[in-house]
Nanobody
Framework: QVQLVESGGGLVQAGGSLRLSCAAS?????????MGWFRQAPGKEREFVAA????????YYADSVKGRFTISRDNAKKTMYLQMVSLRPEDTAVYYC???????????????????WGQGTQVTVSS
């Protein structure tokens, strides 16, 4: 079992920045399992934002956030981050971190593949 706790959400003006954190705990941590960020806006489906291979550090992004968001991880702290800059009103959503339960070499953008989820943190970008 893995527990994930997000933090760092809030209200920011368009063009501003936020950094989300996701602290992992629980089962013996292994670098084999990718982790990712997803978001869900009201009335919309949950969508992929970014993912990272814990072992290699390779990163993957949705086109809508590429160049503005940066995913990273601190192995020692078992914490994943999402640095968000140049935020737009359409980035407003609840952001979730997730951990895959399959030791994939390349992370997937499919939400159903992730077995463990955090409770979510609200990001609101005002225009």
């Amino acid at each position: 079992q893995v527990q994930l706790v997000e933090s760092g959400g809030g209200l920011v003006q368009a063009g501003g920045s936020l950094r989300l954190s996701c602290a992992a705990s629980g089962r013996t941590f292994t670098s084999r399992y990718p982790m990712g960020w997803f978001r869900q806006a009201p009335g919309k489906e949950r969508e992929f934002v970014a993912a990272i291979s814990w072992s290699t550090g390779s990163t993957y992004y949705a086109d809508s956030v590429k160049g503005r968001f940066t995913i990273s991880r601190d192995n020692a702290k078992k914490t994943m981050y999402l640095q968000m800059v140049s935020l737009r009103p359409e980035d407003t959503a609840v952001y979730y971190c997730a951990s895959d339960a399959t030791p994939r070499t390349v992370p997937t953008s499919v939400a159903n593949a992730y077995a463990y989820w955090g409770q979510g943190t609200q990001v609101t970008v005002s225009s």
